[in-house]
Each structure stands twice: as structure tokens, then as C-alpha cells.
T-cell receptor
Framework: TQLLEQSPQFLSIQEGENLTVYCNSS?????LQWYRQEPGEGPVLLVT?????EVKKLKRLTFQFGDARKDSSLHITAAQPGDTGLYLC???????????FGQGTTLQVKP | NAGVTQTPKFQVLKTGQSMTLQCAQD?????MYWYRQDPGMGLRLIYY???????DKGEVPNGYNVSRLNKREFSLRLESAAPSQTSVYFC???????????FGPGTRLLVL
């Protein structure tokens, strides 16, 4: 069974701080996606990383896919209250549409 | 475009009752999915449909059945609800091989 372990599960920080969320597995994934979910809504895709070692930036968010395609990280610089939400990583297996989701990281950014 | 729509938004059932959760997408996607979300467990795949006319089990299929009615619609049925099926259910479409999955707003189900 493929598993994705996300850490930390909860994070409460002050506006302006930096943070990193980790997503780790013992399995290799063909790609890894990061989603953000607001309360009462479905997840929305932030980014997909495909190549080992790949780094993608989305404004203040930086996503990295591990060289071995087993892990990923999300780094937020100068967090803002609008970044508050549940962040989910999801790994895709080769040639299928199935995603394996991590448990999620609940981020609270206080003004 | 409405994207992915789900009905109902909220439902309370008694143990043993049955119900069907409806999902429709207007993005012409071939693949559709049903997930459940429980606290601390992320999203777990119940069933998926890679294309019209096909369905396959996901990680937690027991107690559920699905029907891919046509390309737009994918329903999830609970034949005899149990308290362990209390959860938030999400339908998604798209997402085949690295594509984006688009999620509906969810159905909150409470089984007493």
C-alpha cells in the first residue's frame, strides 16, 4: 500500500513568518500534486511537479519534488492570513489517474 | 460553466437507510472519482471511472456502489448506511495521468 506522510499536521504562525510543509513516502510517484482546501469547499490544485528535483514557484510558494520522486516540500515565504487553509499533497501512480493523498496540513496564519 | 456539482450538500441518515449521492461535471472529462474525507486522514479514493462505461474500486470501496450514468454523471450509492460512513464525500473529474482533478463542493453525510 502506497502511503504519503505529511508533516506537520497542524501549523499556527504569525503573519510574515516562513514555513515548510513536507510530504514523504517510501514509494516512487510519477508526479506529485499540491492542493489547497478552504473550509466547506473542495480542494483546488496549486501545482503539479513531474521531474525529480523539479522546483516550481507560485508567487510566495515554492514547491520541490525530491530527486528520487518519493518526497516533496512546500515552502511559503512571508505567510499571510490569506494563506490559511488545509494543504494536501497527492501522488500519482504511473499511467493511472489515481491519486494517493497525504493526511493534510492545517495552516493558520494569524495577523 | 458550473464545473463539478454535487447533491445533496448535507444529509442525515439512520443506520440501515440507503441513499445516492449525485455528481455531474460539465468539463467534458473522461475520468471521474469519488473520495471520502475524514479528519486526519486526507482524502481516500472510494471508486473511480476512467471513462464512460467503466468503474473500478479505489482504496475504500466496501459498503458503496457506483454508476457512471453517462459522461457527465457519476453517482455513489450507500445501500445500508453505517455510522462508519459518516464523512464528507467529494466528487472529482479530470485528472487522468498528471492532469488536474477538479473537485465538487462536497456532501456532508451524518449516519446516526
Amino acid at each position: 500500500t502506497q502511503l504519503l506522510e505529511q508533516s506537520p499536521q497542524f501549523l499556527s504562525i504569525q503573519e510574515g513568518e516562513n514555513l515548510t510543509v513536507y510530504c514523504n513516502s517510501s514509494s516512487v510517484f510519477s508526479s506529485l500534486q499540491w492542493y489547497r482546501q478552504e473550509p466547506g469547499e473542495g480542494p483546488v490544485l496549486l501545482v503539479t511537479v513531474v521531474t525529480g528535483g523539479e522546483v516550481k514557484k507560485l508567487k510566495r510558494l515554492t514547491f520541490q519534488f525530491g530527486d528520487a520522486r518519493k518526497d516533496s516540500s512546500l515552502h511559503i515565504t512571508a505567510a499571510q492570513p490569506g494563506d490559511t487553509g488545509l494543504y494536501l499533497c497527492a501522488g500519482a501512480t504511473s499511467n493511472t489517474g489515481k491519486l494517493i493523498f497525504g493526511q493534510g496540513t492545517t495552516l493558520q496564519v494569524k495577523p | 460553466n458550473a464545473g463539478v456539482t454535487q447533491t445533496p450538500k448535507f444529509q442525515v441518515l439512520k443506520t440501515g437507510q440507503s441513499m445516492t449521492l449525485q455528481c455531474a461535471q460539465d468539463m467534458n472529462h473522461n475520468s471521474m472519482y469519488w473520495y471520502r474525507q475524514d479528519p486526519g486522514m486526507g482524502l481516500r479514493l472510494i471508486y473511480y471511472s476512467a471513462s464512460e462505461g467503466t468503474t473500478d474500486k479505489g482504496e475504500v470501496p466496501n459498503g458503496y456502489n457506483v454508476s457512471r450514468l453517462n459522461k457527465r454523471e457519476f453517482s455513489l450509492r450507500l445501500e445500508s448506511a453505517a455510522p462508519s460512513q459518516t464523512s464528507v464525500y467529494f466528487c472529482a473529474s479530470g485528472g487522468w495521468v498528471q492532469e488536474t482533478q477538479y473537485f465538487g463542493p462536497g456532501t456532508r453525510l451524518l449516519v446516526l
